[in-house]
């Protein structure tokens, strides 16, 4: 799928000055965002933020320049297909900071966009880097310890600081100048609402993905186990969540293909959460981990377009694709990747999961694991982090005022 052109500029900011500007491209991005800001706006209300984000972050209260979100791909190859409208958001990206110039910018994952347009601001001397005024700061590490370890180098020499959510990130970074804060994951925090939380008379939690293309390649597959399990189960009922109005209209367009199993399929949006499910057929992503949080039983799928996957598996150094897998170095949630994602390897996994209850120790095991690596050892919260970052250069600037 291919996007539009932007607009000839973007729009000015409503705020007129602007103190933050977040810049995050998809809907995991959108929601650690906003979720980070809710917070910071406790303690510094009338802080003025704008953002290229989606629809977390204008609910937060951040003046949304424009939906990124909505325009998120995968894989070089589909970058490749909407270079031109990446590149026309790119430069257009760095007019407007360089005319608006937001006192900070915290960059959010989206590495492939947020890292390229932060060393662009050093060499344009808009950063502090660069020999400008303007604070920088990435939160949520790029995978360096899963493929492209050198671009934590080019980070160190852009970036004024760097909020990693997982606990061994911070050592990847040890041999840089990069000061490297462990602000622990959200959905480990105490009082954090998970999307789900395990019912064993629920239905069965599918999630295809929130990115188009993964959408197209994975639903069909998920569906089709499902209309298998189905088969051995009468009573059997799903549900799909979904993040937004397109993906939902994508996702009823291939639903279409399996008749005998529409009235027994369910598609909720994701703000209409938490709901109790047995167990979870679901593609990698932010998703996966939030089962793992909630001891839900399930199998994780991987599928993308062959080249994407053979150039991704020339660079890639990590035994797993699941967070939850990785965080905790176990196969607690099966994979079934490329060609061994089929319906009929998704029913044999997922069958005992069904049947056998006894299989949930171990997810409950997992849970409590987890919340410990990514919480419990943080170093502090991300609000507190940025809020810091924020304040340290208001003193600066007060402190050279006066010496001038």
Known sequence: ????????????????????????????????????????????????????????????????????????????????????????????????????????????????????????????KLSTKGGGSIGLYHYVSPQIWSWKSKRRFEMARSLDALAA???????????????????????????????????????LLMLPGSRVNSVEKIAPIIFEAFRQLAKQSGKLKGVVIYPSTSILYLLEEQIERFPDIVDRIEFIHKDRVPIGVCASIMSSGTMSLNMALASIPGVILYSMSPLNYGLISLLVRVRFIGLANIIL???????????????????????????????????????????????HAREMSVSKWLEGLIASDSIEGSSQSRQV
């Open 1 to 124: 799928m291919e996007t539009k052109l932007l607009l000839d500029a973007l729009p000015a900011p409503s705020s007129g000055a602007v103190d933050l500007f977040i810049i995050a491209g998809e809907h995991s991005g959108d929601e650690l965002a906003a979720a980070c800001i809710d917070q910071l706006k406790e303690s510094q209300p009338d802080l003025k933020i704008a953002c290229l984000g989606g629809p977390k972050l204008k609910a937060s209260g951040a003046d949304l320049i424009f939906n990124l979100v909505d325009h998120s791909v995968v894989g070089l190859v589909d970058v490749l297909k909407n270079y031109s409208f990446f590149k026309s958001l790119f430069n257009q990206c760095l007019d407007w900071i360089e005319r608006y110039r937001p006192k900070h910018i915290c960059l959010v994952d989206y590495p492939g966009f947020n890292l390229r347009l932060a060393k662009a601001l050093r060499k344009q």
């Open 329 to 375: 170095d176990q196969n607690i949630y099966p994979e079934l990747i490329q060609k061994a994602a089929q319906p009929e390897a998704i029913v044999e996994l997922m069958t005992p999961f069904l049947r056998d209850k006894a299989h949930l120790d171990s997810f409950i095991d997992a849970s409590n694991a987890l919340k410990h690596k990514l919480y």
């Open 165 to 203: 959510l997982l606990p061994f990130e911070k050592d990847c970074y040890a041999d840089t100048n990069l000061p490297v804060t462990f602000v622990g994951h959200p959905f480990a925090e105490t009082g954090h609402t998970l999307p789900v939380y395990y019912d064993a008379k629920g239905p």
